[in-house]
């Protein structure tokens, strides 16, 4: 059973397009993060949310955390083909901040 | 942002020989560090914690006689993959935790390929 259930797994679009990543639970989390990682590379970091209903913009990106902090989303907004990769949402686990569980995963490829 | 280290990024080995992957940690200390198998186009799984001056924690399924991990010093840990077999190929990725920074830092992964 998986904690997090990220979807869609994969998504296909053209240079221009808006598109969102769903980041779904039925277990209620302190914060989720958000990484993106690029082939044959560690994740980087993105964002972290912390409070319920929070709204976190990173230029083109805006990350949200559900009113009950079980979900989390990612849209991307006029989409590049700079921001292909793999989407990834996490909880961290206990005490540690490095202990992380991760969802699925989302492969994003954006078309010139 | 805080630099963690992998080396190799990539290593070819025979089945049966064993490999050794390091982690440091370039600019922190970490008595935490994790190490995680990422299989193609699926996500990242953790296999196990490294603890500083003590055994690492395995993750349920993680053989740890075979995935030998050591926490020498508050810079590196070292993942050896014992008896390599095909199917451990896989890309390892190790992360560290700075407590300082609230946060654990990623290394660049090491591409394990056993022929």
């Known amino acids: 059973t998986q904690l997090l259930e990220q979807s869609p797994q994969f998504l296909s679009i053209q240079e221009g397009e808006n598109l969102t990543v769903y980041c779904n639970s039925s277990s209620v989390f302190s914060s989720l993060q958000w990484y993106r990682q690029e082939p044959g590379e560690g994740p980087v970091l993105l964002v972290t949310v912390v409070t319920g209903g929070e709204v976190k913009k990173l230029k083109r990106l805006t990350f949200q955390f559900g009113d009950a902090r079980k979900d989390s989303s990612l849209h991307i907004t006029a989409a590049q083909p700079g921001d292909t990769g793999l989407y990834l949402c996490a909880f961290a686990g206990g005490t540690s901040y490095g202990k992380l569980t991760f969802g699925q995963g989302t492969i994003l490829t954006v078309h010139p | 942002g805080a630099v963690v280290s992998q080396h190799p990024s990539w290593v070819i080995c025979k089945s049966g020989t064993s490999v050794k992957i390091e982690c440091r940690s370039l600019?922190?200390?970490?008595?935490?560090m994790f190490w995680y198998r990422q299989f193609p186009k699926q996500s990242l799984m953790l296999m196990a914690t490294s603890n500083e001056g003590s055994k690492a924690t395995y993750e349920q399924g993680v053989e740890k006689d075979k995935f030998l991990i050591n926490h020498a010093s508050l810079t590196l840990s070292t993942l050896t993959v014992t008896s390599a077999h095909p199917e451990d190929s896989s890309f390892y990725i190790c992360s560290a935790e700075d407590v300082l920074a609230f946060e654990a830092f990623f290394g660049q992964g090491t591409r394990l390929t056993v022929v």
């Open positions: 600019d922190f200390q970490a008595t935490t």
